[in-house]
């Protein structure tokens, strides 16, 4: 118990994953506090890590403390209560804004996996970080203390991947595209995996893209493409707007076209679009019988809880970056991604792939952070770190990578079920197995 | 001005299409008055309907007057105030209660179109009528006050079709199949044509059918088949719970099969199966940020007003009843039916179909009592009725209805936009044109 005091904040899909994690890697740390809004259920979780691990009677790895994390002073008051010197933000984006101020007021190194929300907001326009995360960089350089954002899978290493790409692969960048694809079934109906407000409103808003170095807008679900990829073979997936977009077109002044795609199924498509235009993804309180009612926040209430498709999710996810350019005056290709198993997931942590995904970044860099690799010392993100320490860790942690140099004619050298490409990978890192789970 | 005095009660659609046809017929009643809970909003309607049938200034034939028709006391004192003997309630299936409890006090004559609702109630066994209306039939009876129950077209006509058909053309019924099709466009992604709340709860409760004598119950849209109709042509109609067959089960006792069919198409049918399967057709509240909300009420305040969809309203609808039995030892099988059209109704009332096929009817038995020629001075269903003044009268209010007979084999002899059957028809009726509108 020689390192930093760590404090973990939220216990969704992702905090179960962080939480799991951080007692997986507990000889990194001093204590290690989780903490939620409601004490009962974090309680109950906390005793399930615990036992996994080992812990004896009376002397968990994790201990936990109730918050409310939208009120800064109640973090702030947390954050010293625990010593804690890392805070890792895995709840709500809509408590992000009292964290980092929490965060800013303690010197408490901050770290997140998403944008931060105000409610009730829709189609806020580009630079979506110059709304809340931005404006505090001055004051987070001026007083030395590390915010790093967005460290999640995507946002997070998909933006590692563009700067690892960078830095070894290729002397220009022309164009990016971050493709995600959850080719998973978890046998609902119909379900979000993760917050249904929040997944609602991402994949119903107006679609903000970088395009010929500008930001282009075009109604969601107007472009797609079938690419076919690696283990999960033919998908189609549609232009989205997303966080990394906002922050690597600053980042990569250089490149004119960077564009997130994310896969959509037929069934998830018609459901979507009865949902969207009846009105009921819209965050905007309508009156019903006197009372205000958000319509997307009625059917959070109808929907499956996120946190209980895990346990029957079957399949896999697959995300990665097509990053091209060139390199020595010839045109490159690569292919640079991540596959994961709902399945074995559940099995290691209680969680599935896209909470998975998300947590074992945000861990990955919180080590970084406690063995004082990164420490950035002011508010970045995370594509301004130097990719090699975290690419390099990220599988230990739990999360495999590999990198395939691919046609330059738009082609897709793999077919459904193979992880290898025509040629052989420029990376492959395989997922460190046994996390000593007793 | 000799007739009795009326008291129309509701102004949605049906009340537009009753406001006007009773002006149309004001030489039959006293006083004619329209109540409904706005009082501005129906002071337009008023307005809108005594100037098109030339009412002068300071002369209306229709006057207003607001009410909670939820409020039996209330709507007491409007009888009372008004000295109406007929009250024809068109509002809400949630008001029929007080309403007829108000009648029944003051001795009015009742009648409504649809059977009497209590909000968040669903999946009501039968016989739906002993809920509310026939316990309260040995008081009318009593007092010797008159309640036509289910007045519109379905229920209400097609009750009257299937007394026609008993009365005239068959010894023993063997099967009602009432078949009811919109083949309308309103130019909307999804709309309901009355209420959405009633009109969600109907059709995606169990179904209630009457089969070998018994009530039977299966799941709702899971029994459908594909008939022909006159004008309409092809159509898949699905088996449905329907009000007439609470009543015909009771007073075509020697029948052992009733069932009612509605149409629908497949984008409704997809849009249905979204909001059903994720619970958004239901009327039970669930817990919203705190409040209470019922998920069919939200649906409803994100619906297109049904009332909004008259003006763009495309193409025809048909009702009718396939009456299978025997006459003198034969085999024999009736169509009996009416067609309306969206855009003449809507020309002439200012409402679409839907509403016009309820309205008239409702107000041709207020004729009917306003002569004294239907008056049982007790509660009755509409097929208690001599069917024939009726389908006299009906055509002159505006409703044609024509009845031919079929073949006995299961085939249809109609094809699309096509009136006339291979034989010639039993009985046609054209609806009368010129209704004096200015």
């Not at 992702?14 to 890697?25: H, L, T, W, Y």
């Not at 890792?88 to 929300?117: F, M, Q, R, W």
């Not at 060139?326 to 292919?335: I, N, V």
């Not at 990198?403 to 890192?429: C, I, M, R, V």
Request: glycine share 8%.
């Amino acid at each position: 118990m020689t390192g930093p005091n760590l404090l973990i904040i939220g216990a969704g899909g992702v905090g179960d994953v962080v939480a799991n994690k951080a007692v997986q890697f507990r000889d990194r740390f001093g204590t290690i506090t989780w903490s939620a809004r409601t004490a009962e259920k974090l309680a109950a979780k906390a005793a399930k890590v615990n036992a996994r691990y080992g812990a004896t009677e009376g002397k968990p790895f994790i201990t936990t403390e109730a918050v409310d994390a939208r009120d800064s002073a109640a973090v702030k008051k947390l954050i010293e209560s625990t010593g804690a010197s890392i805070v890792l933000n895995v709840a709500s984006p809509y408590c992000n804004e009292a964290i980092l101020h929490a965060c800013l007021e303690t010197g408490a190194k901050y770290l997140d996996t998403a944008l931060a929300e105000h409610e009730f907001t829709i189609d806020i326009p580009p630079n979506w970080y110059e709304r809340i995360e931005w404006p505090l960089r001055p004051e987070f350089k001026a007083k030395g203390v590390t915010a790093l954002l967005g460290m999640g899978f995507d946002p997070g290493v998909v933006n590692i991947f563009c700067a690892w790409a960078r830095k070894h692969h290729l002397d220009q960048i022309d164009s990016i595209d971050i493709i995600d694809v959850n080719a998973g079934n978890h046998g609902k109906y119909f379900a979000t995996n993760f917050d249904p407000d929040v997944n609602l409103r991402e994949v119903t808003e107006e679609v903000i893209t970088w395009d010929e170095g500008e930001w282009k807008f075009i109604p969601h679900h107007s472009v797609w493409q079938d690419v076919t990829l690696p283990i999960v073979g033919e998908q189609r997936v549609y232009s989205m707007g997303h966080d990394e977009l906002q922050s690597l077109a600053v980042n990569f002044p250089d490149t004119p076209r960077i564009s997130f795609w994310m896969g959509f199924g037929e069934h998830y498509m018609k459901v979507l679009e009865v949902l969207d235009t009846l009105g009921l993804t819209s965050s905007v309180p309508v009156e019903v019988d006197g009372a205000m009612v958000a319509p997307n926040r009625l059917v959070k209430a109808l929907l499956p809880d996120p946190a209980s498709l895990a346990e029957n999710y079957m399949g896999k996810i697959v995300i990665g970056v097509d990053v091209r350019g060139r390199k020595d005056g010839e045109d490159k290709r690569l292919f640079i991604w991540s596959t994961l198993d709902h399945k074995e997931n559940y099995e290691e942590v209680g969680a599935q792939s896209i909470s998975y995904s998300t947590g074992v970044p945000v861990m990955t860099a919180a080590l970084l952070m406690a063995d004082g690799t990164w420490d950035p010392k002011t508010m970045v993100n995370v594509e301004e770190m130097d990719p090699d320490p975290f690419l390099a860790l990220m599988p230990d942690v739990g999360c495999p990578w590999q990198a395939d140099e691919l046609p330059t004619d738009d082609t897709w050298p793999y077919a459904e079920g193979q992880s290898a490409s025509a040629s052989a990978p420029l990376s492959a890192q395989k997922a460190a197995t046994d996390r000593g789970a007793t």
